[in-house]
């Protein structure tokens, strides 16, 4: 019995040590969850101690991010608009049109001579074309760059062109298919000596097109006005006008009458016809808003008078 009384003793001492060291365990832990609960408590605290600061900067950086999207989206959802509410023909090689567009376009000129050189022109005068309201849109373009090859002079770079267009009056395919623009261009006397006018020029134009179905007609009527030197570069009318037509697979065959009046200057009294036959392609979509079109043709002379007998037109085009 007091065997017994012996093993039951030490099973009751071993059950309370176990006890004991079970709750000491169970205390250990709730002091460490304790110590985690300080410690991200006061993590916390020290956050949100500056978090006035940081939280109102991070407000201000997401507005702004917030309102140059929404000016983002406002602006493309306007040129979209815009464009709508015009004729869709592509523009021709010489003529300039009268749509509002959003478009990069780079030209070169290839014109061959009686002395076996070729000038080469990169960028034709034109560059970046952005729409900025309903009715306007402004280009700010490349200064071309003038090459004479094999035997000629050193190459250099021409004046700056500027472009305001302001739309009068316009309709899309389906309600009409015409347009009315007024056109003033501008060329900057920044090129060389040899390549740049020396004085800015003035040319206001008006422009009209109208289509039928597949077929359009797009003209130009507009003026030469250089600030000053006229005795040299003279003042001259100018008309052109393209016949074109949307053929299948995005072509666009062309003809363009392209004519120059001088009325002072050196060459004053003459008249310079050009007949320039050209074919377009476009636009073709070439990821996301941007598409791609392009044209060439050729301008020959049609007159007795002419600075130049003929050359080639190659164009090329990122509307956006």
């Known amino acids: 019995m007091n065997r017994n009384l012996g093993i039951v003793f030490l099973i009751a001492v071993v059950?309370?040590?176990?006890?004991?060291?079970?709750?000491?365990?169970?205390t250990q832990r709730e002091?460490?969850?304790?110590?985690?609960?300080?410690?991200?408590?006061?993590?916390?605290?020290?956050?949100t101690a500056h978090s006035p600061k940081e939280g109102a900067a991070q407000d201000s950086r997401q507005s702004e991010e917030k309102i140059k999207r929404s000016l983002w989206h406002s602006w493309v959802r306007m040129a979209e608009q815009a464009q709508a509410a015009q004729p869709d023909w592509l523009s021709p090689l010489a003529t300039t049109s009268g749509r509002l567009k959003q478009e990069f376009r780079f030209d070169t000129f290839d014109q061959p001579s009686a002395n076996g050189n070729?000038?080469?022109?990169?960028?034709?005068?034109?560059?970046?074309?952005?729409?900025?309201?309903?009715?306007?849109?402004i280009l700010v373009g490349l200064p071309s760059y003038t090459l004479v090859s094999p035997n000629g002079p050193s190459g250099g770079f021409g004046d700056l062109p500027l472009m305001l267009k302001f739309r009068i009056a316009s309709a899309e395919r389906s309600e009409g298919n015409y347009l009315?623009?007024?056109?003033?261009?501008?060329?900057?006397?920044?090129?060389?000596?040899?390549?740049?006018?020396?004085?800015?020029?003035?040319?206001?134009?008006?422009?009209?097109?109208?289509?039928?179905?597949?077929?359009?007609?797009q003209s130009t009527l507009g003026a030469n006005l250089p600030a000053g030197d006229t005795a040299k570069l003279g003042r001259q009318l100018?008309?052109?006008?393209?016949?074109?037509?949307?053929?299948?697979?995005?072509?666009?065959?062309?003809?363009?009458?392209?004519?120059?009046?001088?009325?002072?200057?050196?060459?004053?009294?003459?008249?310079?016809?050009?007949?320039?036959?050209?074919?377009?392609?476009?636009?073709?979509?070439?990821?996301?808003?941007?598409?791609?079109?392009?044209?060439?043709?050729?301008?020959?002379?049609?007159?007795?008078?002419?600075?130049?007998?003929?050359?080639?037109?190659?164009?090329?085009?990122?509307?956006?």
């Open 118 to 137: 070729r000038t080469y022109q990169l960028g034709g005068n034109k560059g970046l074309e952005l729409i900025t309201n309903w009715r306007t849109q």
């Open 180 to 217: 009315l623009t007024f056109i003033l261009g501008a060329m900057a006397p920044t090129g060389s000596h040899r390549y740049g006018a020396g004085e800015a020029v003035l040319t206001p134009t008006l422009a009209f097109g109208k289509g039928w179905k597949r077929f359009d007609v």
């Open 31 to 47: 002091k460490s969850d304790s110590r985690q609960e300080q410690r991200a408590e006061t993590e916390t605290y020290r956050k």
């Open 15 to 26: 059950g309370a040590l176990a006890t004991a060291r079970a709750q000491a365990n169970a």
């Open 238 to 320: 100018q008309w052109n006008t393209a016949f074109q037509y949307q053929a299948t697979w995005k072509l666009w065959p062309e003809l363009e009458v392209n004519s120059t009046f001088y009325k002072t200057g050196r060459h004053a009294g003459d008249k310079q016809v050009f007949l320039t036959p050209g074919l377009g392609f476009g636009r073709a979509r070439v990821g996301g808003r941007f598409r791609f079109s392009s044209a060439a043709g050729m301008q020959i002379a049609a007159t007795r008078f002419y600075t130049y007998n003929h050359r080639w037109i190659f164009s090329e085009r990122l509307s956006f």
